[in-house]
């Protein structure tokens, strides 16, 4: 007990800038070296712990609070949650169960001339880095994604387009030119999350407006109700497999962060900042939220775990094609 009471003593006195009260420390000074009278193993080991709990206290560096800037715009747009999604590719030919070919799309009627080749899902064919395409370097983004509706039919823009897209009024050209092309989506499955622009329209429908900017759901299809067509790279980030479920999001282009989505294509927002291309004429529906975004950044180039090929529906293109 004297050795104890020696060895906390002397501790003391090592301690007593962060003590940093004189009349405590003499205080517990006189209670245990017994100036103040007897004191009891139980008081005494009391005593011991609340010094080292205080000097513990007093010698800890400050907490420092380490403020995030949240990420502009995000929040913008609700989630579609639980969403069966299957997958689709450029040049995909057409079967008893996917009837319309995809070398053309509902906005682009040469889709793989202009992408630049066949985008084969197969993963034996495809760059674990960069999760496009080998064989050729894509001339559209490979990140993208189908949502069944269409604002353009037979050359003129629908009716209700101007009331139910809540980004209409900034990205309006002319009658007959989509607003939808190349916007941006952010698919989250597995606790990870894509980045993908909106570049045809399905599966099966083109007119469900009330699903991709409403509260409803998906209706009910050959493809357990599919409500999203994702891209091979979509598929190999996510780690999706043939039918799945994801959660899915408008995005604006400043609310991107980086990634393989920003890599390739004329029609990719961030490629066409490094090139110093004017937003406003070649990526129109992105101008106004993607001025602002910083393309000098290099995307990242991480990779998950293939879980096999699928293929999605498509609905006929040919209602929204446009000059």
Not at 173 to 191: D, N, Q, S, Y
Not at 255 to 261: A, N
């Amino acid at each position: 007990m004297d050795f104890l009471r020696r060895t906390l003593l002397a501790g003391l006195v090592v301690l007593m800038p962060a003590l940093a009260q004189a009349s405590l420390y003499q205080d517990l000074r006189s209670k245990i070296s017994g100036d103040s009278g007897a004191m009891s193993s139980a008081d005494f080991e009391r005593m011991a712990m609340q010094i080292r709990e205080r000097a513990i206290q007093q010698t800890r560096p400050p907490a420092v609070t380490v403020l995030t800037a949240p990420v502009v715009g995000f929040g913008k747009y609700p989630w579609h949650r639980n969403i069966m999604t299957t997958v689709f590719w450029i040049g995909e030919r057409p079967t008893a169960r996917n009837p319309v070919p995809n070398n053309r799309s509902a906005w682009d009627a040469n889709w793989a001339r202009n992408y630049g080749g066949y985008d084969n899902p197969d993963p034996r064919y495809r760059d674990p880095r960069t999760f496009a395409p080998r064989g050729f370097v894509p001339r559209q983004n490979p990140f993208y994604i189908a949502l069944p509706y269409c604002d353009v039919s037979r050359g003129n823009t629908k009716p209700e387009a101007k009331s139910v897209i809540p980004w209409f009024r900034d990205c309006y050209e002319k009658p007959g030119k989509t607003v939808l092309k190349g916007r941006w989506i952010a698919i989250h499955h597995g606790g990870k999350t894509a980045f993908a622009q909106w570049e045809d329209c399905g599966p099966f429908r083109t007119d469900h407006w009330q699903y991709v900017f409403g509260n409803e759901r998906p209706r009910p299809n050959l493809n357990r109700g599919a409500g999203l067509d994702i891209s091979p790279s979509v598929r190999d980030y996510l780690g999706m497999g043939k039918n799945d479920l994801c959660d899915w999001k408008f995005v604006e282009a400043n609310s991107v962060p980086d990634g393989p989505w920003k890599n390739f294509g004329d029609n990719n927002t961030f490629a066409l900042k490094r090139k110093g291309a004017n937003l406003y004429q070649y990526d129109r529906n992105n101008a106004r939220n993607g001025s602002t975004i910083n393309a000098a950044i290099r995307p990242s180039t991480s990779s998950v775990p293939l879980n096999g090929s699928s293929a999605g529906v498509r609905a006929s293109p040919s209602v929204g094609f446009q000059e």
